[in-house]
């Protein structure tokens, strides 16, 4: 278990912006900073993080909280390997003590996968460089290729021997279970035998965006013609092949700064690529791109370069490729590599100048590269060319912004010498054929719309004046401000209430248990009633509420709600209205008017609901009572008339 000094000490290092700045490009809004959501398909970020509060907000999912949540959410690290995690990025030393065979055995299913896979990338590692059979084939090979060993330690790449079950029984004798082997894959099992599913390759690691293994891919060296030259780790509980990229890893930040991807097909070309100093590049692992893809790399740039071999014989199957980047709202370029070349080849022959040159000039702009391929193939045949327009058009079809959608079509028109009118009505054609195939998300929106204006009609006032105030203990709670304290007294010549003002210096927080202590005000919404005394109690031991330590200690609902509650006003901020001297006051200089108000509505609301109550006693009460009932609710419509003259109100 991790001492609690070690997990303090890791909350009061870690920067949140920092750390989910290496999995979302965030841009600064305000004093916070705004991104797509990592947890749904989105084009309008709605994702935000507080560098003061330390802590985010996912208005597109609903999910939020601090830092330690982050990791949980986005890498499904248990609580202990995302305190590791930050503590591993800030240099700070683990104290922890030892951990019992109980908490061993309550690891989960998915922990557990990620320790053998790790534990399997160092036995990998430790048999290239170590043993004389990594040394010969292993190391000689990758040194073929030629990386150097920095490269190669950067990657984490490696060997499996070519023995049966030399990574099984090293395993299974460092105390690795046999069945979390077979479920990552790494081992394969039938009936009573087992054997190393990667024997005689050279390794290399697949990783998450934050780095954990999460699978293998697999070359064989060796001239076996019924074995596969490369071989994968199955899908399994934390490998899904269409959800990874290799390579981001190690250029996510490069990807951000440069604001562009480079696509490459296989782990070689990654690495040689980087090598050369082009660092922002990612490869599907020889597998179909994917939307899951597509979306990892949108968190980071909105900008994707394909490169393909010069062998152009999978070039139509990657167009394919090119219409999903599209469909999501992303920029495409295609580059393509001379005859006979690849990324890992061209990369490994030229400098990073000549590298970066080449990729300048002949970066294309994927409706031109598209219009040149297919026109060759359709040559001087009047058929095969509108068939190649309006591949083009389809492809232009899937772009949802309207405006560049235009000039595609303008650029389309003049590549292939045709009327843009003829393309803008194929165009319409194409939309309106999209548009009326069953789709999920329309069918749904009536419902949704239905929804809304039922869930909006049915928010309670007390339900919101609960939320207010949990609102304010928790952004103001600290601050001493100067209350006007109005007390009811009762003429003694009119006998009617009147108000008399004074003044009081408070803590904000006190200042709230008070009212609402001398009203016997009670929550009654649960995740209200569970925050209340959690709040006034961390309030009540230190001078300001430290957040990011605040929220690590609720559960994941009630850290989400917190959230919530702190960065919904700041999701639509208004713009800078002083430029045009509009002065807006904030509601922290308004501050003892706000909590004063809210009271009053809070007490309002209670005579509604007791006067509620005594005029259905009303109905079923026996005559004698009826005038001391009615009296009782004249009283409180009175009380109420005060107050709301007090709110500047009218009843």
Known sequence: MILKSTIDAVFETARLEEVIGDFVQLKKSGSNYKGLSPFSEERTPSFMVSPV??????????????????????????????????AKKYNIEIEETEQNDEQKAAASNRESMYLVSSYAMSFFKDALWESAQGKAIGLSYFKERGFTDETILQFELGYSPNEWTALTDASLKSGYQLSFLEQTGLTIVKEDKKFDRFKGRVMFPIHSMSGRVLGFGGRILTQDK????????????????????????????????????????????VIQMHQSGVKNVVSSSGTALTPDQIRLIRRLTPNITVLFDGDAAGLRASIRGIDLILEAGMNVRVCSFPQGEDPDSFARTHTKEELDAFLLENAKDFIQFKAALLIDEAAQDPIKKAETIREMVQSIAKIPDRIKQEVYVQSCAALMDISEEVLFSTLAQVSQKKDSKPNARADQKPMAIVSQKQGASQVSTRFELEKNIIKILLLHGHEEVVFEEPVLQTDDASGELKTVSSTIKARVFEKIYLDLQQDEIAFTTNSF????????????????????????????ALATEVSDLLLQDEQYPLHDWARKNIYVDEKSSLLNRWIHEIILRFRCQLIDEKVGALQGETENDHQVHHAELLEEIVQYHKLKKVLSERLNRVV
């Open 53 to 86: 509060k330390q802590i985010w907000k996912d208005f597109s999912s609903g999910k939020g909280g601090n830092v330690v949540a982050f990791l949980m959410e986005h890498e499904h690290f248990s609580y202990p390997e995302a305190i590791r995690f930050l």
């Open 226 to 269: 019924k074995a596969a030259k490369y071989m994968n780790s199955p899908e399994s509980e934390i490998y899904n092949k269409s959800k990874v990229l290799y390579g981001l890893y190690q250029g996510k930040q490069q990807i951000a700064k440069d604001n562009n991807c480079f696509l490459v097909e296989g782990y070689t070309d």
């Open 529 to 556: 009633k569970t925050l209340y005394p959690k709040i006034l109690e961390a309030l009540n031991e230190q001078e300001t509420l430290q957040m990011d330590a605040f929220v690590s200690h609720l559960p994941a």
